[in-house]
């Protein structure tokens, strides 16, 4: 992987380190994230920093205890995929200067602020479009009744239950329980037409909007 076939794959490990991390952050439907362009802004930083890594690397002829030019390479990359985002992120590279006589040193920029700003910025956009795809799915269930709406939390449940044991998986089903009972209980004094939204927004943000269609078209021709 010398030459440009080694900067091809850095880039390509790299944007999908990008995107796997936009995923986790939202999983209502990670392969819709790659329609996001806030996604892509992220992942582009992805890239780009991998590709600014390897870069480095070679410049530096960092080999990593490898002699053999093609292990030496092949190091060289994977480090330089996998690892952009940790090298960046750190204050290695990082320019400061004082802001006044005597005052203290203050950091002005690095690779790490240039890339966590990047990261708010495709986080705030993201969280605007994914809020618009959670309401557009919960409006599924305005046709329905509140009693009926009430019966799709077990459904869901039931669907999402999984036969491994996964502290993450069950942490998120004791909190969408919670939601819905909260929801039922209803201290603020919602409309049922509002309680259904809410709901609908609750079961699209724990099992993602196609379960939630699942359900209701199980509960429709039940």
């Given at each position: 992987?010398?030459?440009?076939?080694?900067?091809?794959?850095?880039?390509?490990?790299?944007?999908?380190?990008?995107?796997?991390?936009?995923?986790?952050?939202?999983?209502?439907?990670?392969?819709?994230?790659?329609?996001?362009?806030?996604?892509?802004?992220?992942?582009?930083?992805?890239?780009?920093?991998?590709?600014?890594?390897?870069?480095?690397?070679?410049?530096?002829?960092?080999?990593?205890?490898?002699?053999?030019?093609?292990?030496?390479?092949?190091?060289?990359?994977?480090?330089?995929g996998f690892g952009a985002m940790a090298l960046f992120?750190?204050?290695?590279?990082?320019?400061?200067?004082?802001?006044?006589?005597?005052?203290?040193?203050?950091?002005?920029?690095?690779?790490?602020?240039?890339?966590?700003?990047?990261?708010?910025?495709?986080?705030?956009?993201?969280?605007?479009?994914?809020?618009?795809?959670?309401?557009?799915?919960?409006?599924?269930?305005?046709?329905?009744?509140?009693?009926?709406?009430?019966?799709?939390?077990?459904?869901?449940?039931?669907?999402?239950?999984?036969?491994?044991?996964?502290?993450?998986?069950?942490?998120?089903?004791?909190?969408?329980?919670?939601?819905?009972?909260?929801?039922?209980?209803?201290p603020e004094g919602y409309s049922d037409d509002q309680?259904?939204?809410?709901?609908?927004?609750?079961?699209?943000?724990?099992?993602?909007?196609?379960?939630?269609?699942?359900?209701?078209?199980?509960?429709?021709?039940?």
């Amino acid at each position: 992987m010398e030459g440009w076939a080694g900067f091809l794959v850095a880039a390509a490990i790299g944007g999908i380190v990008g995107w796997v991390e936009m995923a986790q952050r939202y999983s209502d439907a990670p392969s819709h994230v790659l329609l996001w362009p806030a996604a892509w802004l992220y992942i582009g930083a992805n890239i780009a920093a991998s590709l600014a890594a390897l870069g480095l690397v070679r410049s530096l002829h960092w080999t990593f205890g490898q002699t053999d030019p093609t292990s030496r390479a092949t190091i060289q990359v994977l480090v330089a995929g996998f690892g952009a985002m940790a090298l960046f992120r750190s204050r290695l590279f990082t320019a400061a200067q004082p802001i006044a006589t005597g005052s203290e040193v203050k950091f002005l920029w690095s690779p790490a602020t240039l890339l966590e700003g990047m990261l708010k910025i495709a986080d705030r956009e993201a969280r605007k479009t994914q809020g618009r795809s959670r309401l557009r799915a919960a409006r599924t269930v305005s046709k329905l009744t509140w009693a009926d709406v009430r019966k799709l939390p077990p459904i869901v449940l039931a669907l999402m239950e999984s036969d491994e044991f996964d502290t993450r998986a069950q942490e998120q089903a004791a909190e969408f329980a919670r939601d819905v009972k909260a929801c039922e209980k209803n201290p603020e004094g919602y409309s049922d037409d509002q309680r259904k939204l809410m709901l609908g927004v609750r079961i699209v943000r724990f099992a993602g909007a196609r379960v939630l269609r699942e359900a209701i078209a199980y509960l429709r021709h039940k």
